[in-house]
């Protein structure tokens, strides 16, 4: 497989267009970025952890049975990835109150939440991702009710194998989005699963494992990644 053009450069990630139209070259980079990209840094070995944890985690959930995008790690930094249709919203799962959740409804900080709670995002960073609902969704055509469906139940379904391998390994997942798209006409999971688009907790302390270290200015950030995919197995 030959890497060939760049095709599109995000805020951490890079993807490269192929010699075979429907495989794409998806690039880790150690940019690291907040608040829509106000708060950008270069930090050391993320791209190649966030890589691995990625390439880790895809597996896990397809032998779980969920379709993703991904289908074989490169190198330390880059992974062949199918060429998806990709539809312009994101899921978000909460297990644990956190976040924008917080800010929104004025409820406590680290609240399990019971049932979990689902929310739509649109991707659009000029408008800071909106939320909003099914109908958006249908009246504008970024998906059908039927591709809606089965986001949500795929989205729970990752629920399900995440919060179970995470707590195995002494961590909450306390909440994550997902983006998907179509191949061949199916919906697969897209983009990554990382530390940087989940909040992870250590189960005891509650110490916070993921991207809202850079955010909240905590510092070790890539050493806080690292001790996730330590307690998971991840080779790095």
Avoid at 147 to 169: G, H, P, R, S, Y
Avoid at 213 to 236: C, D, H, M
Wanted: charged residues 30%.
């Amino acid at each position: 497989m030959q890497k060939r053009d760049e095709l599109y450069r995000g805020k951490a990630k890079t993807v490269y267009t192929t010699d075979d139209p429907q495989r794409l070259v998806l690039a880790f980079r150690n940019d690291t970025s907040a608040f829509d990209g106000e708060k950008v840094e270069q930090l050391d070995r993320k791209g190649m952890v966030n890589n691995k944890f990625n390439h880790f985690i895809m597996t896990k959930l397809e032998q779980a049975g969920i379709p993703t995008q991904l289908d074989e790690l490169l190198s330390d930094t880059e992974s062949l990835v199918k060429k998806l249709d990709m539809i312009p919203v994101e899921c978000v799962v909460r297990n644990i109150a956190a976040g924008s959740l917080v800010r929104r409804l004025g409820v406590e900080e680290g609240k399990t939440l019971n049932p979990p709670t689902f929310e739509f995002f649109l991707k659009n960073d000029a408008l800071h991702d909106p939320m909003v609902n099914e109908y958006h969704i249908q009246a504008f055509g970024w998906a059908t009710a039927e591709q809606i469906a089965t986001m949500k139940q795929l989205t729970f379904k990752v629920n399900d194998v995440l919060k179970k391998l995470f707590e195995d390994a002494g961590l909450l997942l306390v909440d994550y989005k997902l983006e998907f798209g179509v191949f061949n006409g199916d919906i697969v999971l897209g983009d990554e699963f990382t530390p940087d688009g989940c909040r992870l907790w250590d189960k005891e302390t509650r110490e916070k494992l993921d991207k809202d270290r850079f955010r909240q200015g905590l510092g070790g950030v890539v050493e806080a990644y690292e001790e996730v995919a330590k307690r998971l197995g991840v080779s790095l």
